[in-house]
């Protein structure tokens, strides 16, 4: 079977026949870096389990795990998933919430729809505007969970990729304080830099209990780390 690089990788994400491991014989002209992602996706074990699960991608484990391990949804609840795309996070969230909970993601790219989550696709989630419209879904209640698993294109250049993750975060954390409820859970993805401490400051200063989290689903090369908020104290009317 000779098959491009594309059309590997495209079945890797999509086919339940070509994904039992059939390992291309023409990606040796191919860059560097093409044949290094293909050889890490075919011995990432959470790639093959996301198929078998029929989650949209491997970062649905790392969900899971915070989740198995810190119970942040229960049956019922409002979540806002941001940076939903292509959708496993909002995959394991509706199925936690069950059907009386709702769930809404919004992501810049596509978002095919799923069963239960409103999806609100093509919109950048730092643009008032997209801000309001999940205002709108939320039609006067407030959300249990706020999860953000944004992350910006990355340029290559450190401190410009950083800079930009964690405007992503506090744009996160401000939407998150505005919409949630008393006691509310905050997750928000990041990459360890040296702003991740004020980061971690500047979300104790809205929940009570703030930790940072790296779950075994994460790459142990990857820079990303995830900071959980729990027990949202509210906003001082003034
Ligand atoms: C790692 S992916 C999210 C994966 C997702 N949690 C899942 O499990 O399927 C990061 C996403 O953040 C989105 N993103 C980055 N910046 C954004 C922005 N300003 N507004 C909305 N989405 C954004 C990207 O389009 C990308 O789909």
Not at 163 to 180: G, W
Not at 214 to 222: G, H, L, V
């Amino acid at each position: 079977m000779n098959i491009s690089l594309v059309q590997f990788s495209r079945c890797l994400s999509t086919s339940k026949i070509c994904c039992k491991k059939v390992i291309p014989t023409n990606i040796k002209n191919k860059g560097v870096s093409s044949q290094l992602w293909l050889k890490r996706q075919l011995s990432d074990p959470y790639v093959e389990k996301a198929k078998l699960m029929n989650y949209r991608c491997r970062s649905a484990f790392k969900l899971v795990e915070i989740n198995d391990k810190y119970k942040i949804f229960c049956p019922g609840q409002t979540v806002i998933d941001v940076g939903a795309a292509p959708g496993s996070w909002s995959q394991v969230a509706i199925k936690e919430v069950e059907n009386q909970g709702k769930v809404i993601s919004i992501d810049k790219q596509n978002i095919y729809p799923m069963e239960g989550v409103t999806i609100l696709s093509g919109m950048d989630f730092t643009d008032p505007a997209s801000q309001s419209r999940l205002m709108k879904e939320l039609n006067g209640t407030k959300a249990q969970v706020v999860m953000s698993d944004m992350a910006p294109r990355a340029s290559g250049i450190r401190e410009m990729d950083n800079e930009n993750m964690m405007n992503l975060c506090y744009s996160a954390l401000r939407f998150s304080v505005q919409v949630s409820e008393f006691g509310a859970t905050f997750l928000v993805k990041l990459w360890q830099c040296g702003q991740s401490k004020q980061l971690e400051l500047d979300i104790s200063r809205f929940y009570n209990n703030v930790k940072f989290v790296k779950p075994k689903a994460s790459r142990d090369d990857s820079a990303e780390i995830f900071i959980l908020g729990r027990s949202f104290k509210g906003l001082k009317k003034t």
